[in-house]
């Protein structure tokens, strides 16, 4: 079988780039972690990887807003390599601190004038929320990460997690993922929708589907005892966040 | 200067300002109508306009949410509003500020100089110049490292030039009461110490530097020495040689597990994982810092703790933390506050947001904790704070390292953190820098000591040192000192690399700023060694070099200014000799009728300060990050029910898992420390069972915390506390492999001395072989048989319910460690064969509590009868049944179908069924005599547990 080489970037302040690499391995890639600088220094080239991953964590502390300095870094520094990983058919994941960065750093909603018309603000609640959420996956999404899933159960725990978009950019949305009540319900409130997002929304794609970013932990659930409740449920044999990897995996072999 | 201020763009929410308003309200100002929060950076450089508008739109403004304004000093106020602007003090530095200057380097800007952050605050509504004030005072400012803006703020530091002079105490024209003063006012050495140093450098033939006295003060000092648990103490009849060894390292000594690598040597104590990895475990306290600055001092404090794994054995990277705090009550009456004690609700926001902005920014779990209130907290909060790191087996014992290794420091720069006024140097001192070292607390910096445990395991791996420890309390002195203990070593201080100009060296070697571990690194290696580090960012030097004349030498730009030797340094100190006295106190047991209905004071132990829900503090951590978390602190139907101790899978292809837990009950201290400590252990080691662990691998620490040792009550109770917890812990088989005090938690007021209660944390850490064999406290299932397992006393004394009732009673609960072993073993083999459904361990608030936690948990009704539940000796009232607190039980739920066996395997242990869970929405209590005592609806009951501190 063909290796499915994946590069997990890491920088000052990443945090959950071993639970990430795990989750990849278990899905059957091969995977490599590299530094920022090691990329900048082209010790590592993205172009010898297919799937680059922008794993949870505070980059840079998040200092000023979650995510901006390495968004600024990949932007101005590896700007031109991504625009060729991406065009060359590769697969990006971003996830919770991730998804910052892919937004703002202009990956995910390429814009000509620097604005991607979305953002990630502080939760309505001001403040830091760990908890599992229900996500409803839209059924029109072109996302590749997502196929053949329905409805997921994963945790987030972020401080910055909540969707503005301008409203023409909110209109053009490739949403994903919508976070929902225990029966799909994507109009619930606190705390289903655990920090105020516009329309729900807790994961976007780019057009082609192959761009991916969430806010959620999809690596958190694995194995089925990360579940809150695996000691009162019936036993299954993964946690919902395998299929998400697993997708990527195979999408990668077969194309 | 350039001041850019950053605003949510009008129109849009902020968060920020909603949480000021609310908090403003809180505070009793009910006249605010509205509050926005600002951010400032002042900028210093040679920017031109363009490269000035291009850091704002491209870095410091987001396009979608936000606005800004840059001007000189654009200090106006909208119509109508107030506002505040508030700054660190210099010296104090914000870790943003680093960033922003990395944002601003990376955006191709060069010609920036200097950065500082503040805050601006608009308040809006009929709010008076008093109202401003108190705002400001009790909630924007803390002047120990903040101020008000009113002019123009100093964007840099002013540099300060520091000439060397060598400084030289006049120790031996001292008489005794010179010496007193010295030791009492400078040093906290007593006349003892002092004149057995003054003989040392008489024999040596000159006095002594300032360095070198210093070094000695701290390495003499409670704190690094632990004297008093060293000393010798006379407690009636009895003499106490050393306290420590005669009762919780005998413990280890005598239990001699194999499975204990590492125990009170290192900076935490190791234990055998699963034959490849090992497991360390240490818990701190954070007291003093954290009562002047809740929100620096409680981040540095898990900062600090996080250093202990990772400067354990030769490095292990710390996977979970867990967090202790106690507090004066949140409803605490404001007029009542002592001057300069900051209020306990302000205290506990600002340390939990400490700990979890910390904790989360390192991508580690805070998987388990708890939170006490008392109000003898209230001058003198007590902060614990615990990591636990995993590392390969080859890691867990210290290194050592050879003479001619190199001496390398490396993380965080040097500033004068944490150096207070003591000094002999201060005619040195120029006025600019007395404005510098005002500022001596500081905020700790996450991105900082995770960029430097990144490489550190790296390093660890390819064996580039040979040793590794932290720099915390004592800063280089103490990590130096005692790293150089068997060996001796060199260091010039003036290559520590410094966040600012102008330090002497008696600074640098003094510091306690936070980020630093020091390394001893083979020649061969250190050039490996720091281009790893390097390529991450990460700054290490090589300060000196370890020799082997077992001598302490400190130099300047090569002038002398310190020569000790390692031999008094480290065993100079002589044994200090204590008085204790014991005396029971006098309280008497209550008299009361028994309410009729026990509904109201099931609900009010429940909505007690110490038993509520703490899923607002949870909730702000990251429990989940690692991916390990196999039982999470919040279970049940709505992940929302109370567990009992956390479990963690440090390694994700494995099955095994790690227990942690935790025993505290202060309130049983007022009666007897002796049945607090023995009830704490035993508290701690029910956790591990609760959830499915067994005795076979678990290992304790402790941690007193504890008023004045000088005084001899104080000191009574300590010595029973320490006989106690060693006592069941020994009958247990669970050895301590690490432990602290922090003593002198008393304040001083004009009329009394406040002093914390006898507050003694037992934390567990327990290997599991299956982390699928957990049990959580949930209730699961309807017709499901509830057992109490464990006899139940009249003992309520220090009780929750007595407490409702105004009392604090005299029969405390106590520990019969023999039986209590066999019945936590057979409960263990019980939910080895999975007969045990849910568990939950009985304590605070007795019965009643754990069966409404169990029944909301599990969104289940329960049925209890009280005539059913064995008893340790006759009781007579139904309401002592069902809130008496004796250690040693548990409310389990067996499967119908499982009960023969679960029988079976409890053979021999007090047990009985009391009652059954059912499908319905009520938790019914009948009393011993069949009347019905408890009749509530899980709703209700859940509201009572959850409002208080649902924040």
């Not at chain 2, 600090?304 to 990772?310: A, E, F, H, S, T």
């Not at chain 2, 999975?834 to 969104?859: K, N, P, Q, T, Y």
Request: proline letters at 5%; one cysteine or more.
């Amino acid at each position: 079988m063909a290796e499915v080489r994946t590069l997990i970037l890491r920088a000052p302040g990443t945090n959950c780039d071993q639970e990430t690499a795990f989750a990849f391995e278990r899905a059957g890639a091969v995977v490599e972690l590299a530094h920022v600088n090691q990329l900048v220094r082209r010790d590592k080239l993205i172009s010898d990887y297919q799937i680059l991953v922008v794993p949870g964590g505070f980059t840079y502390g998040d200092d000023i807003s979650a995510g901006r300095i390495l968004a600024n870094e990949l932007r101005l520094k590896l700007g031109e390599d991504i625009k060729r990983f991406v065009e060359g058919g590769g697969l990006i994941l971003g996830i919770c601190n991730g998804f910052q960065v892919l937004v703002k750093a202009g990956i995910l909603l390429p814009s000509a004038d620097g604005n991607p018309g979305l953002t990630l603000a502080g939760n309505d609640s001001n403040r830091f929320e760990c908890r599992w959420v229900n996500l409803s996956v839209d059924r029109q999404s072109p996302c590749i990460f997502t196929k053949g899933i329905s409805s997921l159960y994963l945790p987030v725990a972020h401080g910055e997690g909540k969707v503005m978009a301008e409203a023409e950019t909110l209109g053009r949305l490739n949403v994903v993922l919508r976070y929902a009540d225990e029966k799909g319900n994507t109009r619930a409130g606190y705390p289903q929708n655990p920090n105020g997002s516009a329309d729900n929304i807790a994961g976007i794609c780019d057009a082609s589907g192959r761009i991916f970013a969430l806010m959620p932990h999809p690596e958190r659930f694995i194995r089925w005892t990360q579940h809150p409740r695996w000691s009162r449920e019936k036993p299954r044999e993964h946690g919902d966040g395998l299929a998400v990897f697993f997708n990527a995996v195979e999408w990668v072999r077969h194309s | 200067m350039f001041r850019v201020e950053v605003s949510v763009k009008s129109g849009l929410p902020d968060p920020r300002g909603e949480a000021l308003q609310k908090d403003i309200r809180d505070l009793g100002v009910t006249t605010a109508e509205r509050a926005r929060v600002s951010d400032i950076y002042l900028l210093e450089g040679d920017l031109s306009q363009k490269e000035l508008a291009l850091i704002c739109r491209e870095l410091l403004a987001d396009p979608v949410v936000e606005q800004y304004s840059i001007g000189e000093t654009s200090l106006s106020v909208p119509t109508g509003a107030h506002a505040v602007e508030v700054a660190y003090n210099p010296g104090v530095m914000d870790p943003v500020e680093e960033s922003v200057g990395k944002g601003i380097l990376d955006l191709g800007v060069t010609t920036l100089k200097s950065v500082k952050t503040a805050k601006r605050y608009y308040l809006w509504g009929r709010l008076s110049a008093g109202d401003i004030e108190l705002i400001s005072n009790k909630l924007l400012v803390n002047s120990v490292i903040q101020h008000v803006v009113t002019g123009r703020e100093r964007v840099s530091l002013p540099s300060a030039e520091y000439r060397f002079s060598r400084e030289e105490v006049a120790l031996l024209s001292l008489d005794d009461e010179g010496l007193t003063r010295l030791g009492r006012e400078k040093l906290e050495l007593n006349l003892k110490e002092l004149k057995h140093i003054q003989r040392h450098f008489a024999g040596v033939g000159r006095n002594p530097t300032d360095v070198e006295l210093e070094t000695l003060a701290q390495t003499w000092s409670e704190h690094c020495k632990h004297k008093t648990f060293n000393s010798r103490i006379r407690l009636g009849e009895e003499v106490i040689d050393n306290l420590l060894r005669s009762t919780i390292m005998r413990v280890t000594e005598e239990l001699d597990k194999p499975w204990c690598l590492s125990t009170f040597k290192d900076n935490s104590g190791v234990i055998d994982f699963d034959g490849r990895y090992a497991l360390c475990f240490k818990v701190e306290t954070h007291n003093h810092p954290s009562a002047i600055e809740p929100y620096g001092g409680a981040s540095t404090g898990i900062g600090g703790v996080i250093r202990d794994p990772l400067g354990t054995g030769l490095g292990s990277k710390p996977i979970a933390n867990t967090d202790v705090f106690c507090f004066a009550p949140p409803d605490f009456p404001h007029d009542k506050l002592p001057a300069g004690v900051l209020h306990p609700r302000r205290i506990l926001k600002g340390v939990r947001a400490g700990v979890a902005d910390y904790g989360n920014r390192m991508g580690i779990p805070t998987v388990n904790g708890a939170i006490l209130f008392d109000e003898r907290y209230l001058a003198n909060p007590v902060v614990l704070c615990g990591t636990v790191g995993l590392m390969p087996k080859s890691a867990a014992q210290m290194g050592k390292q050879k003479a001619g290794d190199l001496v390398v420091v490396a993380g965080g720069r040097t500033g004068r953190d944490g150096i207070h006024g003591v000094t002999f140097a201060s005619a040195l001192l120029s006025g600019e820098s007395e404005e510098v070292s005002a500022s001596s607390v500081q905020i700790g910096n996450p991105i900082t000591e995770k960029k430097l445990i990144d490489v550190l395991l790296v390093a660890r791996d390819r064996g580039l040192y040979r040793r590794i420890t932290d720099c915390g309390g004592g800063g280089l002195s103490s990590a130096v000192g005692e790293m150089a203990e068997e060996t001796g070593v060199r260091v010039d201080l003036e290559k520590v690399p410094l966040k600012y100009s102008g330090l002497s060296y008696r600074e640098i070697w003094l510091s306690e700023s936070q980020e630093r571990m020091l390394l001893a690194v083979p020649p061969a290696s250190v050039e490996e060694l720091i281009s790893l580090f390097a390529s991450e960012d990460v700054e290490a030097t090589v300060i000196g070099e370890f020799t082997d004349d077992k001598r302490l030498k400190l130099f300047y730009q090569d002038n002398p200014v310190a020569d000790l030797d390692m031999e008094f340094l480290h065993h100079g100190l002589p044994q200090m000799e204590r008085e204790a006295v014991w005396q029971p106190a006098e309280h008497l047991e209550p008299d009361f009728a028994q309410p009729p209905d026990l509904s109201q004071d099931l609900k009010k132990i429940l909505g007690s300060w110490n038993v509520c829900s703490k899923e607002w503090v949870i909730r702000q951590y990251d429990h989940e990050v690692q991916g390990g978390s196999a039982l999470k602190p919040l279970v049940g139907i709505n992940n929302d029910g109370p567990g009992d101790a956390a479990v963690v899978r440090p390694l994700l292809d494995s099955d095994m898992g790690v227990i942690i837990a935790n025993g505290i009950n202060p309130r049983y201290g007022d009666i007897d420390p002796y049945w607090m400590a023995a009830s704490a252990v035993d508290e701690a080691l029910r956790q591990v069972i609760a959830v499915g662990g067994s005795l076979k691998k678990v290992a304790l620490l402790d941690n007193f915390n504890w008023g004045n040792p000088e005084k001899p009550d104080r000191l009574g109770g300590l010595v029973r506390a320490a006989q106690g917890c060693a006592d069941v812990a020994l009958a247990y088989g669970a050895p301590f492999i690490s432990g602290k005090d922090s003593l002198y938690n008393e304040y001083e007021t004009e009329k009394k001395s406040i002093c914390i209660p006898p507050t003694l944390l037992i934390s567990a850490m327990a290997v599991m072989d299956d982390v699928a064999k957990a049990v959580s406290m949930d209730a699961k299932k309807a017709g499901d048989l509830l057992y109490i397992v464990g006899a139940t006393y009249n003992e309520l004394g220090g009780s929750h319910y007595y407490a409702v009732h105004g009392a604090i009673g005299s029969r405390v609960p106590r520990v019969d460690a023999q039986r209590g072993k066999k019945l936590m073993d057979a409960l263990s083999a019980a939910a080895e064969q999975s007969l045990v459904r849910a568990g939950h361990d009985l304590s605070e608030g007795g019965i009643g509590v754990a069966a409404a936690e169990m029944a909301f948990a599990g969104g289940l009704g329960m049925t209890l009868e009280l005539a059913k539940a064995p008893l340790g000796e006759a009781i007579s009232r139904s309401d002592s049944i069902l809130f008496s607190e004796s250690n040693t039980r548990f409310l389990v739920e067996v499967a119908p179908e499982d009960k023969g066996r679960f029988e079976e395997v409890m053979k021999g242990i007090e047990l009985a069924a009391i009652g059954r869970v059912n499908s319905g929405d009520k938790l019914e209590v009948y009393g011993i005599k069949g009347e019905k005592v408890v009749s509530a609806t899980l709703a209700e009951l859940k509201e009572a547990w959850q409002r208080p501190l649902g924040w």
